[in-house]
Nanobody
């Protein structure tokens, strides 16, 4: 059974920082592309950042230069460092693991940025 468990999000003031982590189990972590998605109220879920099994990264334009995704294959964990947070970053953040047709999701964690 695959499990993705996100760390607690939280409430942070605009301009602040937060680091999310996602611990994976039940899969060969190093073989999976790992992503962070977010969904704000009334909006569709969107890809925030992706790190491939090869370590290549991709970011949503609005977070480039502020967010950094990384992975530690030895710990089966993916991270999302979020700096210079803005109120529009407020959303539920979800961890995702994907390989070919296989995709798995965490339960999500709330991040709220106050102005």
């Amino acid at each position: 059974q695959v499990n993705l468990v996100e760390s607690a999000g939280g409430l942070v003031q605009a301009g602040g920082s937060l680091r999310l982590s996602c611990a994976a189990s039940g899969l060969i972590f190093a073989n999976y592309n790992m992503g962070w998605y977010r969904q704000a109220p009334g909006k569709q879920r969107e890809l925030v950042a992706l790190i491939t099994s090869d370590g290549n990264t991709k970011y949503l334009d609005s977070v480039k230069g502020r967010f950094t995704i990384s992975r530690d294959n030895a710990k089966n964990t993916v991270y999302l460092q979020m700096n210079t947070l803005k109120p529009e970053d407020t959303a539920v953040y979800y961890c995702n693991a994907g390989q070919w047709i296989h995709t798995y999701w965490g339960k999500g964690t709330q991040v709220t940025v106050s102005s």
